[in-house]
Protein backbone atom coordinates (compact mmCIF):
# COMPACT_ATOMS: atom_id res chain seq x y z
CA UNK A 1 0.00 0.00 0.00
CA UNK A 2 2.88 2.49 0.81
CA UNK A 3 3.61 2.26 -3.17
CA UNK A 4 0.26 2.95 -3.92
CA UNK A 5 -0.16 5.74 -1.64
CA UNK A 6 3.42 7.48 -2.89
CA UNK A 7 2.16 7.07 -6.57
CA UNK A 8 -1.19 8.55 -6.11
CA UNK A 9 0.10 11.74 -4.08
CA UNK A 10 1.96 12.33 -7.17
CA UNK A 11 -0.26 11.86 -10.07
CA UNK A 12 -1.80 14.82 -11.29
CA UNK A 13 -5.52 14.56 -11.73
CA UNK A 14 -6.36 12.69 -15.40
CA UNK A 15 -2.90 11.59 -15.60
CA UNK A 16 -2.37 7.45 -15.42
CA UNK A 17 0.65 5.23 -14.82
CA UNK A 18 2.62 3.85 -17.94
CA UNK A 19 5.72 2.49 -17.14
CA UNK A 20 8.70 3.21 -14.36
CA UNK A 21 12.12 3.44 -15.50
CA UNK A 22 14.96 3.29 -12.51
CA UNK A 23 13.86 5.15 -9.51
CA UNK A 24 12.28 8.15 -11.36
CA UNK A 25 8.71 8.67 -10.75
CA UNK A 26 5.83 7.31 -13.40
CA UNK A 27 5.71 8.15 -16.92
CA UNK A 28 2.12 8.86 -17.65
CA UNK A 29 -0.15 9.38 -19.96
CA UNK A 30 -3.64 11.05 -20.24
CA UNK A 31 -7.17 8.58 -20.60
CA UNK A 32 -5.71 7.68 -24.13
CA UNK A 33 -4.27 3.85 -24.94
CA UNK A 34 -5.10 1.01 -23.44
CA UNK A 35 -3.04 1.31 -19.84
CA UNK A 36 -5.02 4.08 -18.27
CA UNK A 37 -8.18 1.54 -16.20
CA UNK A 38 -5.41 0.14 -14.63
CA UNK A 39 -4.36 2.87 -12.25
CA UNK A 40 -7.91 3.37 -10.77
CA UNK A 41 -8.59 -0.75 -10.69
CA UNK A 42 -5.01 -1.33 -8.51
CA UNK A 43 -6.67 1.37 -5.94
CA UNK A 44 -10.00 -0.96 -6.15
CA UNK A 45 -7.53 -3.54 -5.32
CA UNK A 46 -6.57 -1.22 -2.63
CA UNK A 47 -9.59 -0.98 -1.55
CA UNK A 48 -10.72 -4.33 -1.33
CA UNK A 49 -7.19 -6.17 -0.23
CA UNK A 50 -7.92 -2.98 3.31
CA UNK A 51 -11.59 -2.36 3.54
CA UNK A 52 -10.23 1.43 3.51
CA UNK A 53 -13.01 3.57 2.69
CA UNK A 54 -10.18 6.04 1.56
CA UNK A 55 -9.34 4.17 -1.41
CA UNK A 56 -12.75 3.68 -2.55
CA UNK A 57 -12.87 7.10 -2.79
CA UNK A 58 -9.82 7.73 -4.55
CA UNK A 59 -10.65 4.82 -7.21
CA UNK A 60 -14.06 6.67 -7.89
CA UNK A 61 -11.76 10.27 -8.64
CA UNK A 62 -8.95 8.51 -10.43
CA UNK A 63 -11.90 6.77 -12.74
CA UNK A 64 -13.90 9.46 -13.72
CA UNK A 65 -11.86 11.00 -16.29
CA UNK A 66 -11.80 7.74 -18.03
CA UNK A 67 -15.51 7.65 -18.47
CA UNK A 68 -15.14 9.48 -21.94
CA UNK A 69 -13.79 6.08 -23.24
CA UNK A 70 -16.86 4.09 -22.82
CA UNK A 71 -17.99 5.63 -26.42
CA UNK A 72 -14.78 4.84 -27.75
CA UNK A 73 -15.92 3.15 -31.32
CA UNK A 74 -12.26 3.38 -32.47
CA UNK A 75 -10.54 0.51 -29.83
CA UNK A 76 -11.53 -2.68 -28.39
CA UNK A 77 -9.28 -2.27 -25.54
CA UNK A 78 -12.86 -1.12 -22.76
CA UNK A 79 -12.21 -3.99 -21.12
CA UNK A 80 -8.69 -3.14 -19.65
CA UNK A 81 -9.73 0.55 -19.53
CA UNK A 82 -13.20 0.20 -17.87
CA UNK A 83 -14.03 -2.58 -16.32
CA UNK A 84 -10.52 -2.68 -14.35
CA UNK A 85 -11.89 0.72 -12.98
CA UNK A 86 -15.69 0.84 -13.34
CA UNK A 87 -17.35 -2.55 -13.37
CA UNK A 88 -14.55 -2.90 -10.57
CA UNK A 89 -16.36 0.10 -8.82
CA UNK A 90 -20.04 -1.77 -9.23
CA UNK A 91 -18.80 -4.92 -8.14
CA UNK A 92 -17.04 -3.60 -4.56
CA UNK A 93 -19.71 -0.72 -3.78
CA UNK A 94 -23.02 -1.15 -5.76
CA UNK A 95 -22.42 2.80 -7.79
CA UNK A 96 -25.34 2.72 -10.04
CA UNK A 97 -23.06 5.01 -11.77
CA UNK A 98 -19.96 3.05 -12.14
CA UNK A 99 -22.73 -0.10 -13.61
CA UNK A 100 -24.54 2.28 -16.13
CA UNK A 101 -20.63 3.20 -17.10
CA UNK A 102 -19.29 -0.53 -18.02
CA UNK A 103 -22.72 -1.56 -19.52
CA UNK A 104 -21.94 1.53 -22.11
CA UNK A 105 -18.53 0.23 -22.75
CA UNK A 106 -19.84 -3.12 -23.33
CA UNK A 107 -22.59 -2.10 -25.72
CA UNK A 108 -19.64 -0.26 -27.95
CA UNK A 109 -17.83 -3.01 -27.59
CA UNK A 110 -20.50 -5.64 -28.93
CA UNK A 111 -20.58 -3.23 -32.02
CA UNK A 112 -17.29 -4.29 -32.66
CA UNK A 113 -18.31 -7.96 -33.44
CA UNK A 114 -18.39 -9.02 -37.27
CA UNK A 115 -20.07 -11.88 -37.69
CA UNK A 116 -18.65 -13.38 -40.97
CA UNK A 117 -15.52 -14.10 -39.10
CA UNK A 118 -17.01 -14.64 -35.51
CA UNK A 119 -15.30 -12.41 -33.82
CA UNK A 120 -14.50 -8.87 -32.61
CA UNK A 121 -12.21 -6.67 -34.26
CA UNK A 122 -9.04 -6.10 -32.01
CA UNK A 123 -7.49 -3.09 -34.93
CA UNK A 124 -8.77 -1.83 -37.88
CA UNK A 125 -6.74 -3.10 -40.67
CA UNK A 126 -6.78 -4.14 -44.48
CA UNK A 127 -9.94 -3.27 -46.28
CA UNK A 128 -11.85 -7.25 -46.16
CA UNK A 129 -9.93 -8.39 -42.85
CA UNK A 130 -10.58 -8.41 -39.40
CA UNK A 131 -7.31 -8.76 -37.36
CA UNK A 132 -8.09 -10.30 -33.68
CA UNK A 133 -4.87 -10.23 -31.51
CA UNK A 134 -4.54 -12.87 -28.31
CA UNK A 135 -4.83 -9.91 -25.74
CA UNK A 136 -8.85 -9.46 -27.38
CA UNK A 137 -9.75 -12.68 -24.94
CA UNK A 138 -9.15 -9.49 -22.13
CA UNK A 139 -11.64 -7.12 -22.96
CA UNK A 140 -14.13 -10.25 -24.22
CA UNK A 141 -14.97 -10.95 -20.30
CA UNK A 142 -16.69 -7.16 -20.18
CA UNK A 143 -19.44 -8.55 -22.20
CA UNK A 144 -19.41 -11.62 -20.21
CA UNK A 145 -19.61 -8.73 -17.54
CA UNK A 146 -22.59 -6.87 -19.00
CA UNK A 147 -24.98 -9.76 -19.55
CA UNK A 148 -24.59 -10.41 -16.23
CA UNK A 149 -25.12 -6.95 -15.30
CA UNK A 150 -28.78 -6.48 -17.07
CA UNK A 151 -26.81 -6.27 -20.64
CA UNK A 152 -28.85 -8.58 -23.19
CA UNK A 153 -27.98 -11.93 -23.31
CA UNK A 154 -26.69 -11.29 -26.83
CA UNK A 155 -23.32 -10.18 -25.61
CA UNK A 156 -22.50 -13.63 -23.67
CA UNK A 157 -23.68 -15.13 -27.26
CA UNK A 158 -20.76 -12.80 -29.14
CA UNK A 159 -18.46 -13.38 -26.06
CA UNK A 160 -18.15 -17.18 -26.17
CA UNK A 161 -18.14 -16.91 -30.00
CA UNK A 162 -15.40 -14.20 -30.10
CA UNK A 163 -13.48 -16.79 -27.85
CA UNK A 164 -13.95 -19.94 -30.32
CA UNK A 165 -12.91 -18.18 -32.66
CA UNK A 166 -9.41 -17.31 -30.91
CA UNK A 167 -9.29 -20.79 -29.60
CA UNK A 168 -9.19 -21.93 -33.68
CA UNK A 169 -6.88 -19.66 -34.91
CA UNK A 170 -4.98 -17.71 -32.26
CA UNK A 171 -4.14 -21.49 -30.41
CA UNK A 172 -1.46 -23.34 -32.10
CA UNK A 173 -2.21 -27.34 -31.55
CA UNK A 174 0.34 -27.55 -29.29
CA UNK A 175 -1.25 -24.88 -26.76
CA UNK A 176 1.45 -21.94 -27.79
CA UNK A 177 -0.39 -18.42 -29.79
CA UNK A 178 -0.06 -16.62 -32.51
CA UNK A 179 -0.13 -12.89 -30.93
CA UNK A 180 -2.18 -11.85 -34.15
CA UNK A 181 -4.20 -13.45 -36.89
CA UNK A 182 -5.85 -11.59 -39.67
CA UNK A 183 -9.19 -13.01 -41.04
CA UNK A 184 -10.87 -13.18 -44.64
CA UNK A 185 -14.30 -10.92 -43.88
CA UNK A 186 -15.89 -13.43 -46.55
CA UNK A 187 -14.27 -16.63 -45.42
CA UNK A 188 -13.42 -16.34 -41.88
CA UNK A 189 -10.20 -18.17 -43.20
CA UNK A 190 -6.92 -16.95 -41.68
CA UNK A 191 -4.93 -14.54 -44.31
CA UNK A 192 -2.02 -14.26 -42.31
CA UNK A 193 -0.68 -15.36 -38.58
CA UNK A 194 1.98 -13.96 -36.75
CA UNK A 195 3.38 -11.64 -34.27
CA UNK A 196 3.78 -7.44 -33.75
CA UNK A 197 4.72 -7.95 -29.99
CA UNK A 198 6.83 -10.98 -30.14
CA UNK A 199 10.23 -12.21 -31.52
CA UNK A 200 9.44 -13.74 -34.64
CA UNK A 201 5.84 -14.79 -36.52
CA UNK A 202 6.70 -18.65 -35.33
CA UNK A 203 7.61 -17.63 -32.10
CA UNK A 204 5.60 -17.25 -28.80
CA UNK A 205 5.35 -13.68 -27.23
CA UNK A 206 5.13 -14.54 -23.34
CA UNK A 207 2.35 -11.70 -22.08
CA UNK A 208 -0.28 -12.91 -25.12
CA UNK A 209 0.45 -16.56 -23.71
CA UNK A 210 -0.62 -15.59 -20.47
CA UNK A 211 -3.41 -13.51 -21.70
CA UNK A 212 -5.01 -16.64 -23.33
CA UNK A 213 -4.44 -18.70 -20.01
CA UNK A 214 -6.37 -15.99 -18.33
CA UNK A 215 -8.88 -15.30 -21.01
CA UNK A 216 -9.81 -18.34 -21.96
CA UNK A 217 -10.61 -19.32 -18.04
CA UNK A 218 -12.80 -16.78 -17.56
CA UNK A 219 -14.43 -17.56 -20.96
CA UNK A 220 -14.60 -21.18 -19.61
CA UNK A 221 -15.97 -19.86 -16.43
CA UNK A 222 -18.57 -17.83 -17.92
CA UNK A 223 -20.03 -20.04 -20.61
CA UNK A 224 -18.95 -23.96 -19.70
CA UNK A 225 -18.15 -24.29 -22.82
CA UNK A 226 -15.99 -27.45 -23.07
CA UNK A 227 -14.10 -25.99 -26.18
CA UNK A 228 -13.21 -23.26 -24.07
CA UNK A 229 -12.01 -25.35 -21.38
CA UNK A 230 -9.80 -27.37 -23.65
CA UNK A 231 -8.43 -24.20 -24.74
CA UNK A 232 -8.10 -22.87 -21.57
CA UNK A 233 -5.96 -26.38 -20.40
CA UNK A 234 -3.92 -26.63 -23.48
CA UNK A 235 -2.43 -22.86 -23.25
CA UNK A 236 -1.66 -23.38 -19.05
CA UNK A 237 -0.24 -26.81 -20.10
CA UNK A 238 2.12 -25.38 -22.50
CA UNK A 239 2.96 -22.26 -20.23
CA UNK A 240 3.92 -24.14 -17.13
CA UNK A 241 5.73 -27.37 -19.20
CA UNK A 242 7.87 -23.95 -21.39
CA UNK A 243 9.02 -21.83 -17.85
CA UNK A 244 12.29 -21.17 -16.79
CA UNK A 245 12.31 -22.51 -13.37
CA UNK A 246 11.38 -20.10 -11.43
CA UNK A 247 8.09 -20.36 -13.14
CA UNK A 248 8.59 -16.21 -14.32
CA UNK A 249 8.61 -16.30 -18.37
CA UNK A 250 11.20 -14.67 -20.57
CA UNK A 251 9.81 -11.55 -22.67
CA UNK A 252 9.30 -14.37 -25.29
CA UNK A 253 9.58 -18.30 -24.69
CA UNK A 254 12.17 -18.32 -27.89
CA UNK A 255 14.40 -15.66 -26.30
CA UNK A 256 16.12 -17.48 -23.32
CA UNK A 257 19.00 -15.46 -21.92
CA UNK A 258 17.26 -11.92 -22.79
CA UNK A 259 14.88 -10.51 -20.76
CA UNK A 260 12.59 -11.62 -18.31
CA UNK A 261 8.87 -10.16 -18.03
CA UNK A 262 7.22 -9.86 -15.15
CA UNK A 263 4.19 -8.78 -16.57
CA UNK A 264 3.61 -11.93 -18.01
CA UNK A 265 4.19 -13.62 -15.35
CA UNK A 266 1.80 -12.08 -13.32
CA UNK A 267 -1.24 -12.34 -15.79
CA UNK A 268 -0.20 -16.17 -15.64
CA UNK A 269 -0.07 -16.65 -12.31
CA UNK A 270 -3.43 -15.02 -11.92
CA UNK A 271 -5.04 -17.26 -14.85
CA UNK A 272 -3.54 -20.47 -13.23
CA UNK A 273 -5.40 -19.20 -10.13
CA UNK A 274 -8.50 -18.80 -11.65
CA UNK A 275 -8.34 -22.06 -13.47
CA UNK A 276 -6.97 -23.66 -9.87
CA UNK A 277 -10.53 -22.84 -8.83
CA UNK A 278 -13.27 -23.21 -11.88
CA UNK A 279 -11.48 -26.43 -13.62
CA UNK A 280 -13.97 -29.48 -12.79
CA UNK A 281 -10.70 -32.27 -12.69
CA UNK A 282 -9.64 -32.20 -9.17
CA UNK A 283 -5.69 -33.35 -10.34
CA UNK A 284 -5.76 -30.54 -12.36
CA UNK A 285 -6.86 -27.66 -9.88
CA UNK A 286 -3.81 -29.18 -7.61
CA UNK A 287 -1.73 -28.85 -11.35
CA UNK A 288 -2.47 -25.22 -11.62
CA UNK A 289 -2.11 -24.29 -8.37
CA UNK A 290 0.95 -25.63 -7.71
CA UNK A 291 2.11 -23.53 -10.98
CA UNK A 292 0.59 -20.57 -10.39
CA UNK A 293 1.47 -20.53 -6.85
CA UNK A 294 5.09 -20.81 -7.56
CA UNK A 295 4.76 -18.14 -9.84
CA UNK A 296 3.64 -15.77 -7.31
CA UNK A 297 6.05 -16.73 -4.64
CA UNK A 298 8.79 -15.66 -7.37
CA UNK A 299 7.40 -12.63 -8.71
CA UNK A 300 7.78 -11.43 -4.78
CA UNK A 301 10.84 -12.73 -3.79
CA UNK A 302 13.63 -9.99 -4.03
CA UNK A 303 14.80 -10.75 -7.57
CA UNK A 304 11.70 -9.35 -8.99
CA UNK A 305 10.23 -7.28 -5.83
CA UNK A 306 11.06 -3.82 -6.33
CA UNK A 307 11.45 -2.94 -2.15
CA UNK A 308 14.55 -0.75 -1.88
CA UNK A 309 15.14 -0.06 -5.53
CA UNK A 310 13.77 2.97 -4.78
CA UNK A 311 11.28 2.40 -8.16
CA UNK A 312 7.70 3.75 -7.99
CA UNK A 313 6.39 0.47 -9.56
CA UNK A 314 6.08 -3.07 -7.34
CA UNK A 315 7.71 -5.60 -9.61
CA UNK A 316 10.90 -4.50 -11.39
CA UNK A 317 11.47 -6.41 -14.76
CA UNK A 318 8.42 -5.98 -16.92
CA UNK A 319 8.79 -5.93 -20.21
CA UNK A 320 6.22 -3.19 -21.79
CA UNK A 321 7.91 -3.34 -25.07
CA UNK A 322 11.31 -2.97 -27.00
CA UNK A 323 11.34 0.71 -25.71
CA UNK A 324 10.98 -0.62 -22.31
CA UNK A 325 12.35 -3.76 -22.27
CA UNK A 326 13.14 -4.05 -18.43
CA UNK A 327 11.42 -1.61 -16.34
CA UNK A 328 8.11 -1.57 -13.94
CA UNK A 329 4.60 -1.68 -15.93
CA UNK A 330 1.06 -0.57 -14.04
CA UNK A 331 -0.15 -3.25 -15.13
CA UNK A 332 2.39 -5.85 -14.16
CA UNK A 333 1.59 -4.24 -10.73
CA UNK A 334 -2.03 -4.64 -11.04
CA UNK A 335 -1.81 -8.85 -12.32
CA UNK A 336 0.47 -9.48 -9.46
CA UNK A 337 -2.25 -7.98 -6.85
CA UNK A 338 -5.55 -9.55 -9.19
CA UNK A 339 -3.18 -13.07 -8.47
CA UNK A 340 -3.13 -12.28 -4.38
CA UNK A 341 -7.03 -11.42 -4.54
CA UNK A 342 -7.50 -14.86 -6.28
CA UNK A 343 -5.71 -16.87 -4.05
CA UNK A 344 -7.85 -15.61 -1.44
CA UNK A 345 -10.96 -17.57 -2.85
CA UNK A 346 -8.86 -20.99 -2.93
CA UNK A 347 -9.01 -23.61 -0.62
CA UNK A 348 -7.10 -22.62 2.44
CA UNK A 349 -4.25 -25.53 3.14
CA UNK A 350 -3.61 -23.72 6.74
CA UNK A 351 -4.68 -26.38 9.22
CA UNK A 352 -8.44 -25.55 11.13
CA UNK A 353 -8.41 -24.64 14.67
CA UNK A 354 -11.09 -26.71 16.35
CA UNK A 355 -13.81 -24.41 17.66
CA UNK A 356 -15.07 -24.95 21.42
CA UNK A 357 -17.89 -22.29 20.55
CA UNK A 358 -19.07 -20.32 18.14
CA UNK A 359 -21.79 -17.15 18.45
CA UNK A 360 -23.69 -14.99 16.35
CA UNK A 361 -24.82 -11.38 16.76
CA UNK A 362 -25.84 -8.87 14.03
CA UNK A 363 -24.21 -10.57 11.17
CA UNK A 364 -20.47 -11.06 13.23
CA UNK A 365 -20.05 -14.31 13.81
CA UNK A 366 -17.83 -14.98 16.90
CA UNK A 367 -15.15 -18.30 17.78
CA UNK A 368 -14.26 -19.25 20.86
CA UNK A 369 -10.79 -21.61 20.45
CA UNK A 370 -11.29 -22.63 24.35
CA UNK A 371 -7.49 -21.48 25.04
CA UNK A 372 -5.15 -19.32 23.46
CA UNK A 373 -3.30 -20.19 19.89
CA UNK A 374 -1.52 -19.16 17.32
CA UNK A 375 -3.86 -17.79 14.84
CA UNK A 376 -2.74 -17.37 11.21
CA UNK A 377 -5.79 -16.91 8.76
CA UNK A 378 -9.76 -16.45 8.55
CA UNK A 379 -11.81 -18.52 6.35
CA UNK A 380 -15.19 -17.03 5.96
CA UNK A 381 -17.97 -17.93 3.95
CA UNK A 382 -20.09 -14.23 3.28
CA UNK A 383 -24.13 -14.59 2.73
CA UNK A 384 -24.89 -14.44 -1.02
CA UNK A 385 -20.95 -14.01 -1.26
CA UNK A 386 -21.09 -15.20 -4.81
CA UNK A 387 -23.49 -11.71 -5.92
CA UNK A 388 -22.48 -9.60 -2.90
CA UNK A 389 -19.46 -7.95 -1.93
CA UNK A 390 -18.62 -7.12 1.76
CA UNK A 391 -16.70 -4.74 3.39
CA UNK A 392 -15.55 -6.57 6.89
CA UNK A 393 -13.14 -6.23 9.80
CA UNK A 394 -11.39 -9.52 11.59
CA UNK A 395 -10.91 -8.42 15.57
CA UNK A 396 -9.14 -11.17 18.30
CA UNK A 397 -9.00 -11.41 21.94
CA UNK A 398 -7.11 -13.04 24.32
CA UNK A 399 -9.17 -11.84 27.37
CA UNK A 400 -12.68 -11.69 25.53
CA UNK A 401 -13.10 -8.36 26.65
CA UNK A 402 -9.84 -6.21 25.08
CA UNK A 403 -10.36 -6.85 20.84
CA UNK A 404 -7.64 -5.70 17.99
CA UNK A 405 -8.36 -5.37 14.51
CA UNK A 406 -6.17 -7.90 12.95
CA UNK A 407 -6.89 -6.74 9.45
CA UNK A 408 -9.95 -5.50 7.37
CA UNK A 409 -11.09 -5.68 3.86
CA UNK A 410 -13.78 -6.44 0.89
CA UNK A 411 -14.89 -9.63 0.11
CA UNK A 412 -15.15 -10.57 -3.74
CA UNK A 413 -18.64 -10.82 -4.09
CA UNK A 414 -17.72 -13.41 -6.87
CA UNK A 415 -18.33 -16.97 -5.20
CA UNK A 416 -20.48 -18.96 -3.08
CA UNK A 417 -17.84 -20.46 -1.00
CA UNK A 418 -15.35 -19.52 1.97
CA UNK A 419 -12.66 -16.83 0.94
CA UNK A 420 -9.35 -16.95 3.28
CA UNK A 421 -7.98 -13.61 4.61
CA UNK A 422 -4.24 -14.37 5.92
CA UNK A 423 -3.08 -12.61 9.30
CA UNK A 424 0.01 -11.51 10.73
CA UNK A 425 0.21 -14.49 12.90
CA UNK A 426 -0.80 -13.72 16.40
CA UNK A 427 -1.70 -15.27 19.90
CA UNK A 428 -5.43 -15.49 20.45
CA UNK A 429 -8.50 -17.22 22.02
CA UNK A 430 -11.34 -15.30 20.41
CA UNK A 431 -11.83 -14.42 16.80
CA UNK A 432 -14.58 -12.14 15.46
CA UNK A 433 -15.43 -11.33 12.12
CA UNK A 434 -17.56 -8.39 11.22
CA UNK A 435 -19.49 -7.25 8.74
CA UNK A 436 -19.23 -3.24 7.88
CA UNK A 437 -22.04 -3.08 5.27
CA UNK A 438 -22.17 -4.53 1.42
CA UNK A 439 -22.88 -3.57 -2.26
CA UNK A 440 -26.20 -3.96 -2.24
CA UNK A 441 -26.53 -1.89 1.12
CA UNK A 442 -27.03 -4.15 3.23
CA UNK A 443 -25.13 -4.56 6.97
CA UNK A 444 -23.89 -7.98 5.32
CA UNK A 445 -23.81 -11.30 7.18
CA UNK A 446 -20.82 -14.00 7.92
CA UNK A 447 -22.25 -17.72 7.48
CA UNK A 448 -19.66 -19.58 8.57
CA UNK A 449 -15.88 -18.82 10.05
CA UNK A 450 -13.17 -21.07 10.53
CA UNK A 451 -9.95 -20.27 11.98
CA UNK A 452 -6.46 -21.27 10.88
CA UNK A 453 -3.35 -21.58 12.09
Not at 335 to 349: D, F, K, N, V
Not at 401 to 415: C, E, I
Request: charged share 20%.
Amino acid sequence: MRQVARTDRRLAAGRFPTVAVGSTPWRTSGTNGWIAGFWPGRLWQAYQLTGDPHWARRAAARERPLAVRAGDTTTHDLGFLLQTSFAAGADLTGSSGDRAVALRAARTLAARFVPSVGALRSWDGPPGETTVIVDSLMNDDLLFWGADHGGPAAWRAIGRRHALTVARWNLRPDGSTFHVVRLDDSTGEPVWRGTVQGLSDSSTWARGQSWAVAGFTEAWAETRDPALLEAARRAAYWSITHLPADGVPWWDYDAPGTYRDTTAGAVLASGLLGLARVDPDASRRAQWRAAGEHTLRSLVSARYLAAGTGSWSVLLHGHHDATYPDDGVTYGDYYLGQALLRRQLLPSTAAALPARATTRSSGAVTVDLGRVRDVGAVSVRWHRGDSVATRFRVLTSRDGRTWTTARSGVSSGAVGTAETYDLADRLARWVRVRPLGTSAGTTGRADHLTVRR
